[in-house]
């Protein structure tokens, strides 16, 4: 069998031959790819992407719009675009939901379970890590550190005093952002590169209020304060967030599933 002397036309196979919105949707799923994308996770905003890929707002939602056609990502009216449901990459496995706990902030806890949210800032700075913090996060003694306080709410209800402390260096637009309407987590995801929370070493604890809990949760000194501590890691395994919350007793359980995989 003689193979064909005529050639082939040229570009048949190139990168170029294909329309430019494809090969957005091209290079975005490969990101997502690397980034071991989940179910849930927030995609950057359309400013950032359009960036990134360099095309036009017109050319990324064409993109968008052939990956949420073959269901691989979806839009959230006014919130943006998000990873589609499990079935993205068939390479992926998802393991139950009730058996796996989740890494999800205080915003995602409250949208899964249908609640409204405020938040109300006490402090958010840009000051030196320490060096117990630097330690922990993995970063240099003195590094920027994102340090923000506020007051959680829930349904009008107030739950928990929550202090979070980030390296600025994972995501300087935190500095600007406005945490009395904003996701932490939210944020996170839309940087440049995003940052998905992904693994956390998390603890609680009970102890007595001290004064100023009690001034700012609004209680009593005989109720005990839940306390937990919180290490995230992004997706390259990378700390990206300390946290500590103080839940009032009266409003918070933690729950988890635990079970033997031999």
Known sequence: MTEASTPMPRGLFADDALPLYERTAARLLDDL?????????????????????????????????????????????????????????PETVTAPASTVPQVQGFADYAEANGLRTASKVLSATVRPATVAEAEQLRIAPGADLFDLHRLRFLDGLLVVLEHNRLPLSACPALADADFSTASLYATLRAADPPQLPRVADYSVEARHPTAREMELLEIGATMPMLVATQLTSNQEGRPIELTVQVYRGDRYRFRASITNQT
């Open 33 to 89: 790819r690397a980034a071991a994308a989940r179910p849930g996770d927030r995609l950057p905003s359309e400013r950032a992407m359009v960036t990134r890929y360099a095309v036009s707002r017109v050319t990324l939602r064409a993109a968008l719009a052939q990956l949420e056609a073959r269901g691989v990502v979806r839009p959230s009216s006014s919130r943006g675009w998000f990873v589609a449901e499990p079935g993205l990459f």
